[in-house]
C-alpha cells in the first residue's frame, strides 16, 4: 500500500447504540476523532485546556499576516486532511520552496534527493516489502519492532546512507531529531514515507508537490470545531474517573459523564489526573518527547522567499541550541519563523548569533513557543513492544488513544489514526 491509501483496517459492520463520548483535547487528532463521531452518530463533548482550538497547528496573526507556529505542510499523500480541506471548503496555496542553506557562507541550495537514484532505494523498497508492509497505514504499531533499531544503525545495517542524506535535514528541521540522536528508525521510515517523494502520486488539490491553508493552518481546525456541537475551551481536567458504566471526567468547570474516553493527549501529560491502570503507569513513564521551540520574529537581512533548512545545524545533536530551519512566507515582510532543539534560555541566547551569521538582523522577538514535539518510544521499549500494548488497551476502561503517540507527530498520520480508530470502535448508531 502507497502512502495515503485508505487503511486496511476492516471497517465497521452494522449499527450500533448511541454512545456518548468526552474527547480530551482540540488538535487535529482530537477533533478529527470528533467529526468522525458525531457524523456515526453519537454524542461528542470537547474538552481543550487552552483558549483555543488547533493544537500544534496554531497560527497567529502580525501585520495582517497569518504565521502557523507549528504544522503546516502538505504533501500530495496527504489524502485524508485534503478530503477535510475539500469538504469544509478551505482555501490552499502552493508552500514556500525548500532550501538548504550553508550556515557559513549563506549559500542556498536545493535538497539532494541522491536516494532516489543510486539503487538505494530499490534496496528501500525490497526491505520495506519484506520487513514492514503497512507503514504507510495509520498508526505505528504494525511496524515498529522492525523499526526499533536507533536510526543510524539501521542505515548503516542496510546501507541507506543516501536515504539519510535525503531526507535527513528536513527531518530534524521539522523537530523530529537529529540522526545521531538515540531515535528508533520507525520514525524516520514513517517521515520519509510522507513526504509523498516514495509515492506516485504528484499532485492533490490542483497542487503539485507541498501545499497548506490560506490565512494559517488552523483555518482548517476552527471549521472543523465550528461544526462540532459541543467543543469547551479553556477548561482543565481535574481528574478522571473510569469504571464498567463508563467514564466521568472532572473539570474546573464541573463533571462531564460519558460512555467513553478518547485521550487525544499524550498518555504522559494526561496522567496526574488519569486514575491510571499499572499498564498505562508503565507506557506513561516511557514516553519521551523532544524540546522544539518556535520563535516568531522581525529579521531583516537574511535570505528570502523560502523555508530554509540549516545545514550545519541539522547535521548533529551538538549543535542543540541553535536555529535548525526558518520560514520566510510573505515576500515584503521582514517577519521570519524560526525553529530550534534546546532549552529555552539556550534558543533565546543563540538565536541572534544565528541569525547575523547568515546575514541578517534579529530584531523584534513577536512570540516563543515551546513544544514537548513528537512523543515517541525509544528503541529499547519499541522492541519491547510498547506500541503494541498501547493499541491492546484500545476500549480497555472504555478509554481510547490517538495522537502524536500512537500515530507519529504529524497532521496527516494523526488524523488518518484518528479516523480509522473511531470507524472501527464506534459503529454508526442507530
Not at 503546516?72 to 502552493?94: G, K, S
Not at 546501507?159 to 540522536?181: I, N, P, V
Not at 544565528?354 to 522577538?365: C, H, N, Q, S, Y
Request: with cysteine; net charge negative; charged share 25%.
Amino acid at each position: 500500500m502507497n502512502a495515503g491509501q485508505e487503511p486496511m483496517s476492516p471497517p465497521s459492520e452494522g449499527t450500533a447504540r448511541h454512545r456518548s463520548v468526552v474527547v480530551v483535547g482540540a488538535g487535529p487528532s482530537g477533533l478529527a476523532t470528533a467529526r468522525e463521531l458525531e457524523r456515526a452518530g453519537h454524542r461528542v463533548t470537547v474538552l481543550e485546556e487552552q483558549d483555543t482550538v488547533a493544537g500544534k497547528c496554531r497560527s497567529v496573526d502580525i501585520d495582517g499576516h497569518a504565521y502557523d507556529l507549528g504544522g503546516h505542510i502538505c504533501t500530495p499523500v496527504y489524502e485524508r486532511t485534503a478530503a477535510l480541506l475539500d469538504e469544509l471548503d478551505v482555501e490552499t496555496e502552493r508552500t514556500s520552496r525548500y532550501r538548504v542553506l550553508d550556515t557559513e557562507g549563506g549559500e542556498a541550495a536545493r535538497q539532494t534527493m541522491s536516494f532516489l537514484g543510486d539503487g538505494a532505494l530499490r534496496r528501500y523498497l525490497a526491505l520495506r516489502e519484506r520487513e514492514f508492509p503497512h507503514i504507510a497505514e495509520p498508526g505505528l504499531a504494525h511496524s515498529a519492532r522492525a523499526l526499533a533499531a536507533p536510526v543510524a544503525e539501521w542505515l548503516a545495517e542496510h546501507r541507506l546512507h543516501s536515504m539519510a542524506e535525503s531526507f535527513g535535514t528536513g527531518y530534524t528541521a521539522a523537530g523530529y531529531g537529529h540522526l545521531d540522536d538515540d531515535l528508533p528508525a520507525l520514525y524516520f521510515v514513517k517521515y520519509a514515507e510522507m513526504t509523498g517523494l516514495l509515492s506516485q502520486r504528484t499532485q492533490l488539490l490542483g497542487h503539485t508537490g507541498a501545499f497548506t491553508v490560506v490565512g494559517g493552518f488552523d483555518t482548517l481546525w476552527r471549521r472543523v470545531a465550528d461544526e462540532l456541537k459541543d467543543v469547551r475551551c479553556g477548561v482543565r481536567v481535574v481528574s478522571v474517573e473510569r469504571d464498567a458504566d463508563g467514564v466521568r471526567v472532572h473539570t474546573d468547570a464541573g463533571p462531564v459523564s460519558a460512555d467513553a474516553l478518547v485521550l487525544a493527549v499524550p498518555l504522559d501529560r494526561i496522567l496526574p489526573v488519569l486514575d491510571a491502570t499499572e499498564e498505562e503507569r508503565d507506557l506513561a513513564g516511557r514516553v519521551r518527547a523532544n524540546a522544539y521551540h518556535t520563535t516568531l520574529a522581525s529579521a531583516p537581512g537574511l535570505p528570502e522567499d523560502a523555508f530554509y533548512f540549516l545545514g550545519r545545524h541539522t547535521a548533529s545533536r551538538a549543535a542543540s541550541g541553535h536555529c535548525v530551519s526558518y520560514h520566510h512566507r510573505y515576500p515584503g515582510s521582514e517577519v521570519r519563523t524560526f525553529y530550534s532543539y534546546g532549552r529555552p534560555e539556550d534558543v533565546a541566547a543563540l538565536l541572534p548569533d544565528d541569525v547575523a551569521r547568515l546575514g541578517g538582523r534579529l530584531e523584534e522577538v513577536h512570540l516563543r513557543q515551546a513544544w514537548a514535539f513528537m512523543p515517541h518510544f525509544g528503541s529499547a521499549d519499541l522492541a519491547d513492544g510498547a506500541l503494541e500494548r498501547l493499541e491492546a488497551l484500545q476500549g480497555r476502561a472504555n478509554t481510547y488513544y490517538v495522537g502524536g503517540l500512537p500515530a507519529f507527530e504529524l497532521i496527516e498520520s494523526t488524523v488518518a489514526h484518528a479516523q480509522d480508530l473511531a470507524r472501527r470502535h464506534f459503529p454508526p448508531a442507530h
